[in-house]
């Protein structure tokens, strides 16, 4: 089984910045391909970013790009997320999740973050 554990979330104001990580434990795949997803109160869950075993072609949500950057070590197994620029509407449970590369879906999933950007 594996075990996604976030942190870093938190209270900040609009324009702020915040560092999100994941850290992965437990059963280990070869590659796996890691992201970031959001659930503000009342809204669907959204992607915002991801990122693949290799470190390439990272993706992000348009409501989130030029702002967020995402990253991973995979000697630490884990993933970041640089939340700059914040703004009132990132206001969410913020989540890690990981798949294997031949899966569509994510597998794991972590318990959340709480980020809140007051204005």
């Known amino acids: 089984q594996v075990q996604l554990v976030e942190s870093g979330g938190g209270l900040v104001q609009a324009g702020g910045s915040l560092r999100l990580s994941c850290a992965a434990s437990?059963?280990?795949?070869?590659?796996?391909?890691m992201a970031w997803f959001r659930q503000a109160p009342g809204k669907e869950r959204e992607a915002v970013a991801g990122?693949?075993?290799?470190?390439?072609?990272?993706w992000y949500a348009d409501s989130v790009k030029g702002r967020f950057t995402i990253s991973r070590d995979n000697a630490k197994n884990t993933v970041n997320l640089q939340m700059s620029t914040l703004k009132p509407e990132d206001t969410a449970v913020y989540y890690c999740?990981?798949?294997?590369?031949?899966?569509?879906?994510?597998?794991?999933w972590g318990q959340g973050t709480q980020v809140t950007v007051s204005s």
């Open positions: 990122i693949r075993w290799s470190g390439a072609y990272p």
């Open positions: 999740a990981i798949r294997r590369p031949e899966q569509s879906r994510y597998e794991y």
């Open positions: 437990g059963r280990t795949f070869s590659s796996y391909a």
